[in-house]
């Protein structure tokens, strides 16, 4: 399954905003979604996944309360719609179409991944 992620934006603290990830290629429904992150200089974390009935969905403790995911099946397509974002928030997002229907917090729990979308918040 191919990815392409969207909507990743320059907003100020405080603000919000909503990412795309269209798969295309493959059954999407076959797959748990996830959305990655990584700033300048570290390594690529976990921020939340999403099983594919939407039953099981998990996040970063550093995102929950905050950040939501979510995923239409009929439109191959995932969200993240992030709130009261902060500076650290700032980084490049990922999403991840997992090996199985169920959403994991590792990489290698992941067989594809998308670009890449440039998220910035400024003070």
């Known amino acids: 399954v191919q990815l392409v992620e969207s909507g990743g934006v320059l907003v100020q603290a405080g603000g919000s905003l909503t990412l795309s990830c269209v798969a295309s290629?493959?059954?999407?429904?076959?797959?748990?979604m996830g959305w990655f992150r990584q700033a300048p200089g570290k390594e690529r974390e976990f921020v939340a996944g999403?099983?594919?009935?939407?039953?099981?969905?998990t996040y970063a403790d550093s995102v929950k309360g905050r950040f939501t995911i979510s995923r239409e099946n009929v439109k191959n397509t995932a969200y993240l719609h992030a709130a009261i974002l902060k500076p650290e928030d700032t980084a490049v997002y990922y999403c991840?179409?997992?090996?199985?229907?169920?959403?994991?917090?590792?990489?290698?729990?992941?067989?594809?991944w998308g670009q890449g979308t440039q998220v910035t918040v400024s003070l």
């Open positions: 999403i099983s594919w009935n939407d039953a099981t969905i």
């Open positions: 290629g493959g059954t999407f429904s076959d797959h748990a």
């Open positions: 991840g179409a997992g090996d199985t229907g169920w959403p994991g917090q590792k990489q290698d729990e992941y067989v594809s």
